[in-house]
């Protein structure tokens, strides 16, 4: 089975009937990318790590309630609701790190295929710069 028909198979379990997220169904979706990122090479096992860890730290999260935390959000409302949101390891700080992460590789992704001559680190260099690199600066 390729990814894309793995992703396929997952996306309808992303979000209810209303089109809210299903924190379960989310995070099955998000965990298809990371196998992916090991097809760049070691030099995006960084983003790898991030994308894995943000995920576990969700899910965690949602299996100690998974009826109170069924929807994604719900997670951040709790967090915010007892003012626990702000720290690094709070689950709203792994989800907009999940969130970043994501689109760095998709823009990645939309760039080779874009531009398939482009050198790979060309592309990661450039497109860090486009993404992440305004909320941090270690390239």
């Known amino acids: 089975m390729s990814l894309f028909q793995a992703a396929s198979q997952k996306l309808p379990g992303a979000k209810n009937a209303e089109g809210k997220l299903l924190t379960d169904g989310f995070l099955d979706v998000c965990q298809v990318v ?11 096992a960084l983003v790898k790590n991030d994308i894995s860890n943000n995920i576990e730290r969700l899910r965690t999260r949602y299996l100690t309630s998974p009826v109170q935390f069924e929807l994604l959000f719900s997670i951040i409302d709790e967090e915010v609701a007892r003012n626990d949101h702000s720290h690094g390891k709070s689950c709203t700080k792994g989800l907009l790190w999940l969130k970043r992460a994501l689109e760095f590789m998709l823009a990645i992704m939309k760039r080779l295929l874009d531009e398939p001559a482009a050198s790979m680190s060309d592309v ?11 909320w941090h600066g270690f390239i």
């Open 124 to 134: 990661v260099y450039e497109t860090y710069h486009a993404t992440l690199h305004q």
């Open 34 to 44: 990371v196998p992916v990122i090991d097809q760049f090479g070691s030099g995006l």
